[in-house]
C-alpha cells in the first residue's frame, strides 16, 4: 500500500506536471532560447506534446495520467541526453529530469492507486491448463 493517499499523489503529479510545462516554456523561450530554428517549431517540439493530455491531467483523470507517462518519456530522453552531452544546459537538464521523473512517478502511483480505489485496474490472466 502507498503512503501517500489518492489527493496527494494527485497534487505532486499535477503540481510537477504543470511545473514541467512551464519550465519547458521558460527554458525555451527565455533562458536558452533556439537559435537555428523559429520560436513556433521550437513550441510545436517541445510544447504541444505536453498539452494533450492536459485536459485530463486538470481533470484527474487517473487513465489520462497512466497514458501521458509516454508522453513524458521524450522528456526524459531530453534531459538524460543534454546531461551526457552539453556543459551549457546541464543545470537546465537537471531540473527538467527532476521534474519529469517526479511528474512520471506520482503519475503512475496515483493511475494504479485510483484505479484501484474505483475497481478500473487491469484483471490478470488466469492460468490456462493445456489442453
Wanted: with cysteine; hydrophobic share 50%.
Amino acid at each position: 500500500m502507498s503512503r501517500f493517499t489518492s489527493p496527494q499523489l494527485l497534487l505532486l503529479a499535477k503540481t510537477s506536471y504543470l511545473g514541467l510545462l512551464a519550465w519547458v516554456c521558460l527554458w525555451h523561450l527565455w533562458l536558452s532560447p533556439p537559435v537555428d530554428i523559429s520560436i513556433g517549431l521550437m513550441l510545436l517540439f517541445w510544447v504541444l506534446p505536453l498539452l494533450f493530455p492536459l485536459r485530463g491531467i486538470l481533470a484527474g483523470n487517473p487513465y489520462t495520467y497512466a497514458w501521458s507517462c509516454f508522453v513524458l518519456l521524450l522528456y526524459v530522453l531530453h534531459s538524460t541526453t543534454l546531461l551526457a552531452t552539453s556543459n551549457n544546459e546541464r543545470g537546465m537538464a537537471a531540473v527538467e529530469l527532476l521534474l519529469v521523473l517526479t511528474a512520471f512517478i506520482s503519475s503512475l502511483s496515483y493511475a494504479k492507486q485510483r484505479g484501484k480505489e474505483l475497481g478500473i485496474g487491469l484483471k490478470k490472466l488466469k492460468d490456462k491448463s493445456p489442453d
